[in-house]
Structure formats: structure tokens, C-alpha cells
């Protein structure tokens, strides 16, 4: 799948509930990205990180968190905090700093829906 | 942080024809421009880029140019097909760490 596995495609979240989105990539890529996306608003930069066991956050992360333990591996949570979490989150991976730079790869993405 | 414009936020354009969209970026120092691609429900697919050190860039009917002193980049896409319809982003890449700001898209239609 490119690369870059996200799970699962469709979640539906409760109020007050914390859900999960996973992203695995088997690029060995340093750096992974969380965007989300809603309709024409582009995408817009949750958190990354740029190496394992350290993140930063974008310019929306309010009631998101995430994790790096392992460089495969970058799982949002998107948290009770989060008062409109219904969106297209997406994540990606790039080459940074092992590698020439260029663009990102992305997973096909996680659509989220409050219930 | 870096910020990037683009326009326009929809085109249609008839077969055959020539599209053109436009964006603008924030920081001087961005030194790296893609476009992407995404079809509707599908990921963004890169589709070409450029880096600040050449001014333009041609991949087949897709072509990119770059104004570093105006600070905009311009995609072309020749000879429409209905297969180009989709949402376009730019992006550019700033003077702190490898991510990038995005555009906020343009739908672009191809009328057969």
C-alpha cells in the first residue's frame, strides 16, 4: 500500500471518547507528519516528528497527541478535547535528513466520524 | 511559519485546453515545491516538484515554473483530459525542517 499503512479507513467516535488512528511505514523514513483534511480547507499540520522519541506539533494540535517509540510508527490519538474531530486524517512520511529531500508519501488516510 | 496562497480555489476548463494554478509562499527561504494530486476519496499522489535552484520543470502535458523573486510557482497542465479532473495542492517547503505547508486546493474539472 505504498509503503505507508494507515488504519483503520473509517472510524466512528462517541462524545467524550478518545479513538486512535495507527500509521506504520516500512520506507525508513525518519520523519512522519499527521495532517487532516476538510473540504476546502486543505491540509493542515496536526503534529510530525522528525526523529524517534521526539515530536512537534503543527498549527492545529488542540486535542491531538501522539506518540514515536519506534520509527515505523507514529499513532495519533485524537482526544475528547477535540471538539470537531469529524475530518480526513492524513499521514505521511519523508526522507529527512538521512536522504535527498523531496516530497512526502502518503497513507491512504482515515475518515473519522462523531457519532 | 511559512504560508502558502493558491488560486484559483476551482477551474473548469474544456478537453484540450490548458489549465493553470497559481500560488504564492511566505518564506524567502523555501527551497522546495511539490504538487500533488488527489483524486476523490484517494490519497495525494506527488505529481511533479521543483527546487528553488531551477526555474522551471516539465514532466510530459505537466509543467512547473518558479518566481523566487516574486515568491509564486505555477502549475501547467497541456492538452486536458477528463482524467486530470481532481484537486490540486502546492506545497513549499520552509527554513525549518523537512515538512510542508499546503495550499488549499484547487478543483480542477475537465469537460469532455
Known amino acids: 500500500d505504498g509503503g505507508i499503512t494507515q488504519s483503520p479507513k473509517y472510524l466512528f467516535r462517541k462524545e467524550g471518547q478518545n479513538v486512535t488512528l495507527s500509521c506504520e511505514q516500512n520506507l525508513n523514513h525518519d520523519a512522519m507528519y499527521w495532517y487532516r483534511q476538510d473540504p476546502g480547507q486543505g491540509l493542515r499540520l496536526i503534529y510530525y516528528s522528525q526523529i524517534v522519541n521526539d515530536f512537534q506539533k503543527g498549527d492545529i494540535a488542540e486535542g491531538y497527541s501522539v506518540s514515536r517509540e519506534k520509527k515505523e510508527s507514529f499513532p495519533l490519538t485524537v482526544t475528547s478535547a477535540q471538539k470537531n474531530p469529524t475530518a480526513f486524517y492524513l499521514c505521511a512520511s519523508s526522507g529527512f535528513p538521512d536522504r535527498p529531500l523531496g516530497g512526502y508519501t502518503f497513507g491512504s488516510g482515515t475518515r473519522l466520524t462523531v457519532v | ?112
Do not use: M
Not at chain 2, 18 to 29: G, R
Not at chain 2, 33 to 43: A, I
Open chain 2, 1 to 112: 511559519g511559512e504560508n502558502v496562497e493558491q488560486h484559483p480555489s476551482t477551474l473548469s476548463v474544456q478537453e484540450g485546453d490548458s489549465a493553470v494554478i497559481k500560488c504564492t509562499y511566505s518564506d524567502s527561504a523555501s527551497n522546495y515545491f511539490p504538487w500533488y494530486k488527489q483524486e476523490l476519496g484517494k490519497r495525494p499522489q506527488l505529481i511533479i516538484d521543483i527546487r528553488s535552484n531551477v526555474g522551471e520543470k516539465k514532466d510530459q502535458r505537466i509543467a512547473v515554473t518558479l518566481n523566487k523573486t516574486a515568491k509564486h510557482f505555477s502549475l501547467h497542465i497541456t492538452e486536458t483530459q477528463p482524467e486530470d479532473s481532481a484537486v490540486y495542492f502546492c506545497a513549499a517547503r520552509g527554513s525549518s525542517g523537512d515538512k510542508l505547508t499546503f495550499g488549499t486546493g484547487t478543483r480542477l474539472a475537465v469537460r469532455p
